[in-house]
């Protein structure tokens, strides 16, 4: 799953040419940076790579979320629809925009339900979050079609699943827009960092302004800029974009080898009976970053990761519904509306109203899942032993 593994000579090139100007920031100082523009070269990297028309480099993948919607115009009041099985970044972000987060069930493709959805539009919605989680995707024809009747924003929080597909066309790039992470255990990485794509100039003109104080850009001047709307500073550093750039260039091969090694494991995977794989909307768009499966029972799971650490191969295996992160069973400063700064009103009776609200079909779900990354640096012999380790442990758990 993550870049890092694979961190090398490239890498350490691209961040070379930065120091050598010593210009770390990425505007401006035209005559000393001496054609060095990292994070310019990786948006185009980024357009080339994933097919979406515009690209605007973020300090983070919650920064890159938070100027979503703000060039989206999601802000005080609105009503964002995402899961209840994400990274805890999907909802900072719309707390952060005084935005309310709703927050519904996952279905088995752990990810947003459509019927979920559907049924927690209210006149205040004004934009639907699906999050790609763990590589593969959401059913975004049902997605798109809901936003479409609803005319409601659609964006797709793909941090997790950069490389994956939906019918030809890369997640992140199918909404009104879509963002990815590059944070250090991100598919890609830049140390840290992200990125806003989106194929509307205009959402992209304004996420350009905002993540840099409001500057238009248009000028050669920097400082006789206009600040044509309120922006914050969310820029990337050349420092992480020369990482990045280094990065994007081995995508390919990273997606190759999580492919030989997720499915050599799947292989044994099947062999246990009883084990279900994850729904995954076009299979041939998996980014194949982990491996998903469920066990018949939420008995039969906890079974099988006390067995799998007896047997010291837990590593890389997560149970989600345990996990302190990634679902709202918890996320108890969520549902209690804990914060350092005042919340509005209407974003805290949602947050509270979160301790009632019914995720019994996402624990069904959840309560079965369990997630294996996948490493980029596994020898295939490697991989061949864990899948064996795998398979005689869970016989004895299913049996
Ligand atoms: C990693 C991640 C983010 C946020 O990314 P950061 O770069 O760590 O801020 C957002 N959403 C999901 C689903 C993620 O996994």
Known sequence: MPGFELFGAEEKKEVNDVLETG????????????????????????????????????????????????????????????PAFTFVASFEAILS??????????????????????????????????????GSMADMDALVDICKEHNLILLEDACQSIGGTYKGKHLGTIGHAGT???????????????????????????????????HDHLGVDRGADLHPALGYNFRISELHAAVGLAQIKKL??????????????????????????????DPAGDSHSFLTWFLPSQQHTENAIAAFKEAGILAGNFYWFGNNWHYIR???????????????????????????????????????CISTAISLVWTEEQVHEKGAAFLAVLQKVVA
């Open 23 to 82: 210009i770390l920031m990425r505007y401006g100082f035209d005559g000393p940076r001496k054609g060095i523009w990292k994070s310019k070269e990786l948006e185009a990297a980024v357009c080339s790579t994933f097919g979406a028309q515009y690209a605007q480099l973020t300090s983070s993948g919650t920064a890159a979320l938070t100027t979503a919607m703000a060039a989206l115009g999601v802000g005080a009041g609105d009503e964002v629809i995402m």
């Open 97 to 134: 925009m005084g935005a309310i987060p709703v927050l519904v069930d996952i279905d088995e493709s752990l990810t947003l339900s459509p019927t979920a959805v559907k049924a927690a539009i209210t006149p205040k919605t004004k934009c639907v979050m699906p999050v790609h989680m763990c």
């Open 180 to 214: 990815f992470s590059f944070d250090f255990v991100k598919t890609i990485t830049c140390g840290e960092g992200g990125v806003v794509m989106t194929n509307d100039k205009d959402v992209y003109t304004k996420s350009d302004a905002f993540t840099d104080h409001g």
């Open 252 to 281: 390919d091969t990273f997606l190759a080898i999580q492919k030989k090694h997720n499915q050599i494991l799947r292989s044994y995977l099947e062999q246990v009976p009883g084990i279900q794989f994850r729904v995954v909307p």
């Open 330 to 368: 918890k996320w108890d400063h969520l549902k209690n509306a804990t914060s350092l700064y005042p919340l509005s009103k209407d974003q805290q009776s949602a947050l509270i109203a979160l301790q009632s609200t019914d995720f019994s079909k996402s624990d069904a779900v959840m309560s079965k």
